[in-house]
């Protein structure tokens, strides 16, 4: 494999772009409309935006983009399952600790009530951003992330990642719980050496705040 130096600086380039981006478009037009998921453009633009970024994540880990993005089966699938649980669980203690501060309401992508007549809209966006969003981010965070840091210890990586995938997101109220999931992953990702169980344990947590938000 070749020198990593220079992928390491596109990535935090990338990602620093996501971050500042984020914040930007969060501090000049406050929370989104929370019932945004019955808009086709949301799923549209989401779907766009992650293109996107995969193009440039792959465009970096050329010509070792298996590798660098860990795309291959874990070790063991049994472990793979026991670590997820792990993880999710662990997410979860995390943000039933936060919950009265209401930090699932920051992002705006939890509608409020179950509306039918929107509901093609509502699974494009469900499968934008339960599908599609979390393998890009698994991708550019557990898969490439954390391959270019993980030279500078398995420990460092883990936490380097957890603080960066909460930063790229643009949020406040949150930011713990997502640095708790993000740290989480790249935990399960150095267990397993694959993203594919990142990307179940991503998509499930997605997917269960869509859902819940339209069921309870």
């Known amino acids: 494999m070749s020198d ?22 969060r501090a000049s037009s406050g929370k ?32 070792d983009v298996r590798d660098l993005l860990a795309l291959r089966a874990p070790r063991s699938w049994s472990q793979a399952a026991g670590a997820a649980i792990a993880v999710f669980l662990g997410v979860i203690v995390v943000e039933y600790a936060l919950s ?35 393998f890009v981010e698994e991708a550019t965070f557990r898969g490439l992330g954390y391959s270019l840091l993980a030279r500078y210890g398995q420990w460092f990586a883990i936490a380097a990642i957890g603080i960066l995938f909460g930063l790229a997101h643009g949020l406040v109220e949150a930011l713990p719980i997502l640095v708790v999931l993000g740290a989480g992953l790249a935990w399960l990702r150095a267990r397993t050496e694959s993203i594919y169980p990142c990307v179940f344990v ?15």
């Open 4 to 25: 990593t130096t220079p992928k390491l600086a596109a990535w935090l380039a990338l990602v620093g772009a996501q971050i500042v981006l984020n914040y930007s478009i």
């Open 32 to 63: 989104p409309d929370r019932n945004t998921v019955y808009h086709w453009s949301t799923a549209v633009n989401a779907v766009v935006f992650y293109g996107l970024i995969l193009a440039i994540v792959v465009a970096i880990a050329r010509p």
């Open 100 to 134: 009265p501060l209401h930090p699932d309401r920051e992002q705006g992508l939890t509608p409020t009530h179950w509306e039918s007549s929107h509901a093609g809209a509502y699974i494009a966006s469900f499968v934008a951003l339960a599908v599609v969003g979390p």
């Open 202 to 216: 991503h998509s499930v947590f997605n997917g269960l705040a869509l859902v819940l938000a339209v069921t309870t």
